[in-house]
C-alpha cells in the first residue's frame, strides 16, 4: 500500500487520466494499407492465393479467386477440420461474396456485410475484422530470445577490455512475455583494474486487449529510444504498472549525435559511470544514432580512448532523444525508487488533440519530493516547409523550467533544429543543466552547407562545414571542408580544422582525412573492399594514420552475415601492438528448435529452408540473409505482421521463386515463429563443352533432349541443380562436368 500526500500538480494529471479512460473510445486506429513504395501498379492473376485473418486469428488455409462463380473462395471442410465453427464459416463466406475482386486493382478498405476488410494484392493478404478497433489477441506460446554483444580489446602496453551485454525475451503463453537487460564489464590499464555487472532491469508483462500490466525492476537507463515522451524518466527497484497498449507502440525517435574524433579508436559512453555503448572512433568526423542510445534527455560522459587505451580526451553532453508526437496513450506506475529508496508513484498521459499532441507526466516520492511536467507539439505545414515545434514547462520541489524544440525542413530554404533547456533543475526527480542547440544546413549550388552550436553549460562547440559530391566517370567522390570551435586542453588551440575525402567505386572505398588540432597536423587514410555474396556481406581493410611523428597501422575484417556481426582489427603504432574483436548477434530458440541471427529487438522467425542438391544457395528474408539446408534465426519487428516475409535473391546463374509464408500476427516479444521457405529453381547452364584434349564435345543432352552444336556450344534450363550431364555423340557417350568450369564457360567431358 502507498499512502503519501499527493501535490496539487499530480491531481491535475490524475483529471486528465480520468478523461483519457472516460474518452477511450474516441481513441481509434485506423490502418491503411497501400502499395509499398518503388513497386508499380500490381493486378494479380486469377491464381493468385491469399493469406487470411479473421479478427486476428490467421485461417487454416489459402482463401483464392473463383473464376467461374467471380468471388474469392475457401475449403470449406479445410477450415471445418481445423477448428472454425460453422458461424463463423457462415460469416466469412458471407464477406467474401460481397467484395468485388476485380475492382481492387491493387487492393482495398471495405465494410461489407458490417465487417471490416482490407485486401492488400501486392502482400497477397487479407483482413477481416468485426469492429474497427486494431487490437489483436493472438495465441503466444513458449519462446526464448537473446542478444548478445561482445567486445574484446587488447594492446601490448598492459592494456585489455572485456564488455557483453545482453537483452533477454522470455515468451509466454497469454501473451506474456518476460524480459530482462544484463552486463558485464571488465577493464584493466596498467595495473589498474575495474570490474561491473550486473541485471539491471528485469520485468514481466501481460498484454489485455487494449492495456497491459508489467511488474519487476526498471532502469531509465535500459529504456529503447523514442519510447520517452517527457524528460521525467524515474528508476524503479520494483514496480508494478498499468498502462495502454498505444505506448508500447510508439514511434522510435531518428537523429546522431555528432562527434569529432582527434585519434583512431573507440567512443565509450557512460550514464551514472555505467558503460552503456562503445562505438568506433575515425579521425575527424563521427555520427552515433540516437537509435543505440536510451531515450529521455540525460547527460552522459563520452571518453575518447585510443587502441591502446590511453584516454584521449572526456567530454559531458546532454542527449536529447525523445519521442514528442504519437497516439493516445497513457500509463501509472507504483513502486519502490531505485536511486533514494521509499515509495514512488508515476503517471503520463499523451492524447492527439487533434489540433496538436499533448505529453503529460508527474512523479511523486516521500519526503514532499514531486516533479511534472507538460509539452506540446503541432506538427504544421506550409506548402513545401514542414514546421514541427515543441514548448514543455517542468515543475518540481526545486522550481519550474521549461524548455522549446523547434524542428523545420524545407528542400529550398533548408533543414532547421532549435532546442533551449532553461532552468530544469526543478528535482531530485530531475535535475537538467541549461542548454542551447543550433543546427541548420542548405544546399546550395550543390554543395551543402551546414552549422552546429551547442552550449551545455560545460562549455560550447561550434562547427561549420561544407559538404559536396562530385561524379566523374562512374567514380564517386565526397568532400567535406569545416572547422570546429570547442574546448581544449590547457596551452592548446580551441579551433580544429579538418578536410575529409571519400571515393567510391563499384564496391571499393578509399578515404582521406586530415586535421590540425592542438598544434598538431593528424593526417589519416583508409582502404576498403566489401565482397556481397548470397550468404551476406564481407569487408577488409586498412588504416594508416600519423599524428605528429607517431605512426600506425591497423588491418581489419568483418563480416555481416546469416548468423550475426563480426569484426577484427589488428593494428600496431611506434610503440604498441593491439587487437580488438567484437560480434553482435541473436539467438532463437522454441520447441521446435534453436538457432542464431542477426541482432533482433525481442521477436524473431525460425526458419527452415530446404537443400537444392549440392548446390550451396541463399537469399535474404525480411533484408536479413538466409542460406539453403538450414535453419535460421530471423528478426521480426515487435507487433507487427508478417503474412508473407519478404524475399529477395540476387544469384547471377540460379533464378528462383521464393515463397516464405510466415502467418504471424502481431508479433509479440520472446514469440519465435515457424517458417518454412518454399524454393522452386530454375537453372541456366550455358558454355562450351570440351574434352580432355579441349576439343569441342557435341550430341544430344540425354537429361533434357536439347542438343549441344558440334563447336562444343550448348545452352539447357532445368528445375533441378545438375552435377553432370550425359552427352550422345558419333565420338561415343561424354558425361560432362557442370560443377565447375575447367576454364571461363569450358565444361570438361570424359
Known amino acids: 500500500m502507498f499512502t503519501h500526500k499527493i501535490p496539487f500538480q499530480l491531481h491535475i494529471l490524475a483529471a486528465c487520466i480520468v478523461t483519457a479512460f472516460s474518452s477511450h473510445t474516441l481513441a481509434e486506429v485506423k490502418i491503411s494499407y497501400g502499395v509499398p513504395e518503388g ?87 487479407l483482413k477481416i475484422l468485426s469492429t474497427r478497433e486494431d487490437f489483436l489477441a493472438p495465441d503466444t506460446t513458449w519462446g526464448l530470445i537473446n542478444n548478445q554483444s561482445l567486445d574484446m580489446r587488447g594492446s601490448s602496453e598492459s592494456y585489455s577490455a572485456f564488455n557483453l551485454n545482453g537483452t533477454t525475451w522470455l515468451g509466454l503463453p497469454g501473451r506474456s512475455f518476460g524480459y530482462m537487460n544484463w552486463y558485464a564489464n571488465r577493464s584493466q590499464n596498467r595495473g589498474q583494474s575495474s570490474r561491473d555487472q550486473g541485471v539491471s532491469s528485469y520485468y514481466l508483462q501481460k498484454n489485455f486487449a487494449d492495456t497491459y500490466v508489467r511488474a519487476g525492476k526498471q532502469n531509465s537507463i535500459d529504456y529503447g529510444s523514442g519510447s520517452v515522451s517527457t524528460v521525467l524518466s524515474p528508476s524503479f527497484d520494483q514496480f508494478i504498472t498499468l498502462g495502454s497498449q498505444d505506448y508500447m507502440r510508439s514511434d522510435r525517435d531518428v537523429g546522431s549525435l555528432v562527434l569529432f574524433s582527434t585519434a583512431e579508436g573507440n567512443y565509450e559512453f557512460y550514464r551514472n559511470g555505467r558503460l552503456i555503448l562503445k562505438r568506433p572512433a575515425i579521425l575527424g568526423r563521427n555520427e552515433v544514432s540516437f537509435m543505440d542510445l536510451p531515450g529521455g534527455y540525460y547527460p552522459v560522459e563520452i571518453r575518447l580512448v585510443d587502441r591502446n587505451g590511453n584516454l584521449i580526451s572526456e567530454q559531458t553532453q546532454d542527449i536529447n532523444n525523445l ?15 531505485m536511486d533514494e529508496g521509499g515509495q514512488l508513484l508515476e503517471a503520463a498521459i499523451s492524447r492527439n488533440m487533434s489540433q496538436f499532441y499533448l505529453n503529460a507526466a508527474a512523479v511523486s516520492g516521500e519526503d514532499s519530493d514531486w516533479a511534472s511536467e507538460v509539452n506540446v507539439t503541432r506538427p504544421s505545414s506550409f506548402g513545401t516547409l514542414s514546421v514541427d515545434p515543441t514548448v514543455g514547462v517542468l515543475s518540481g520541489e526545486n522550481g519550474t523550467g521549461g524548455y522549446f524544440n523547434l524542428s523545420m525542413n524545407d528542400p529550398v530554404l533548408g533543414n532547421l533544429m532549435l532546442s533551449r533547456y532553461q532552468n530544469t533543475d526543478v528535482s531530485r526527480f530531475y535535475y537538467g543543466t541549461p542548454s542551447s542547440s543550433l543546427s541548420y544546413s542548405r544546399n546550395i549550388a550543390g554543395v551543402t552547407l551546414g552549422y552546429n552550436y551547442r552550449d551545455y553549460g560545460r562549455g560550447e562547440t561550434q562547427q561549420l562545414e561544407a559538404r559536396w559530391n562530385y561524379k566523374p566517370n562512374g567514380l564517386w567522390s565526397t568532400f567535406a571542408l569545416g572547422v570546429q570551435k570547442a574546448n581544449a586542453m590547457p596551452g592548446d588551440s580551441d579551433y580544429t580544422v579538418y578536410l575529409n575525402m571519400t571515393w567510391m567505386l563499384d564496391k571499393s572505398q578509399a578515404s582521406v582525412r586530415a586535421a590540425q588540432y592542438g598544434g598538431k597536423t593528424q593526417l589519416s587514410g583508409d582502404y576498403r573492399k566489401d565482397y556481397d555474396d548470397n550468404f551476406g556481406t564481407t569487408s577488409t581493410g586498412v588504416t594508416v594514420s600519423r599524428v605528429d611523428s607517431t605512426n600506425s597501422f591497423n588491418a581489419y575484417g568483418s563480416r555481416a552475415g546469416t548468423r550475426g556481426d563480426a569484426s577484427l582489427n589488428l593494428g600496431h603504432s611506434d610503440s604498441a601492438s593491439n587487437v580488438d574483436f567484437n560480434y553482435r548477434g541473436m539467438f532463437a530458440a522454441n520447441a521446435d528448435g534453436i538457432a542464431l541471427g542477426r541482432y533482433s529487438n525481442g521477436s524473431a522467425m525460425l526458419l527452415q529452408t530446404p537443400a537444392l542438391g549440392e548446390t550451396p544457395y541463399g537469399f535474404k528474408v525480411e533484408g536479413q540473409p538466409v542460406a539453403g539446408d538450414g535453419t535460421y534465426a530471423v528478426p521480426v519487428n515487435q507487433y507487427s505482421d508478417v503474412p508473407f516475409a519478404r524475399v529477395s535473391s540476387d544469384s547471377e546463374n540460379m533464378d528462383m521463386n521464393i515463397e516464405v509464408p510466415a502467418n504471424i500476427i502481431r508479433a509479440h516479444p520472446g514469440q519465435v515463429y515457424n517458417a518454412k521457405a518454399k524454393v522452386d529453381i530454375n537453372m541456366v547452364y550455358s558454355g562450351i563443352l570440351v574434352d580432355a584434349a579441349g576439343k569441342p564435345v557435341g550430341g544430344t543432352i540425354h537429361e533434357t533432349g536439347d542438343t549441344a552444336y558440334a563447336n562444343g556450344l550448348f545452352s539447357i534450363s532445368s528445375k533441378a541443380v545438375l552435377a553432370n550431364i550425359s552427352v550422345e555423340g558419333a565420338g561415343g557417350r561424354y558425361t560432362c562436368d557442370l560443377s565447375k568450369p575447367v576454364q571461363p564457360s569450358h565444361y570438361l567431358c570424359k
Not at 323 to 335: L, M, Q
Open 323 to 337: 519521442n514528442f508526437g504519437g497516439a493516445n496513450s497513457w500509463r501509472v506506475t507504483a513502486g519502490q525508487d
Open 39 to 125: 513497386f508499380s501498379t500490381v493486378e494479380m492473376d486469377n491464381t493468385a492465393k491469399y493469406v487470411a485473418t479473421y479478427n486476428g486469428k490467421t485461417l487454416p488455409g489459402f482463401i483464392s479467386y473463383s473464376v467461374s462463380g467471380n468471388a474469392l473462395v475457401f475449403d470449406a471442410r479445410q477450415y471445418a477440420d481445423n477448428g472454425i465453427d460453422a458461424e463463423d464459416r457462415r460469416v466469412i463466406e458471407e464477406v467474401l461474396s460481397k467484395i468485388d475482386y476485380k475492382q481492387c486493382k491493387e487492393g482495398c478498405d471495405l465494410k461489407v456485410a458490417d465487417h471490416y476488410v482490407t485486401l492488400d494484392k501486392a502482400r497477397r493478404t
